[in-house]
């Protein structure tokens, strides 16, 4: 039997088989189920108790499996009220008071004063070309800590734009037209 065509599952930790609604926005696609599978094993070591930043939140899949592991705190950037709205709602079906939807469009929330963050989720609209600024603009906006964590997902025939020098590539896999890597921040106290 097929999911509903807005609904998530969150796929591991206390809220693991969770359903939960998204709303109708066009490019709205949520990280599929195998990706976000393959990504939170990957962050396994790291999550609990990590802060993490869900920009371009959308669906909220990746914030949302981050808290359901063990994430002290997730904040749910979205530009789009109807996500915004929904995001709020299944927070309070979750019963979460560590996260908190903020409605604004991501490069200029990076402009805001920082708070730094152990992992962010990037996965702008792929079309949009966003990326570049966005790294650009955590890297060098006091966003992440020393050893922070950064996952990037692109199109798969677009790759991965150039990184900061303290950037490394963790890991990286495709499936399908989604690219999708790890990336490590390593920055010397």
């Not at 065509?5 to 206390?14: K, P, S």
């Not at 949009?128 to 692109?154: K, V």
């Amino acid at each position: 039997m097929s999911k509903p065509r807005n609904q998530l599952r969150i796929i591991g930790g206390q809220w693991r088989g969770r359903k939960l609604p998204f709303p109708e926005v066009p490019g709205l696609r949520p990280t599929p189920d195998r990706v976000r599978e393959t990504l939170f094993n990957w962050l396994a070591p790291v999550i609990t108790g990590a802060r993490c930043l869900d920009l371009f939140a959308g669906s909220g899949a990746l914030g949302l499996e981050a808290l359901s592991r063990g994430a002290s705190q997730v904040i749910l950037v979205d530009n789009h009220a109807a996500v915004i709205k929904q995001l709020h709602a299944n927070l309070g079906l979750l019963q979460s008071t560590a996260a908190e939807a903020v409605k604004a469009e991501a490069l200029r929330y990076l402009t805001d004063p920082a708070s730094t963050f152990d992992i962010v989720f990037l996965d702008p609209p792929y079309q949009a070309d966003l990326l570049p600024e966005c790294i650009e603009r955590l890297e060098q906006g006091g966003w992440l800590n020393a050893h922070a964590w950064i996952y990037l997902e692109a199109s798969s025939q677009s790759g991965l734009p150039p990184l900061p020098p303290s950037w490394t590539v963790y890991r990286s896999k495709t499936a399908g037209e989604v690219g999708y890597h790890l990336v490590r921040r390593v920055v010397s106290q």
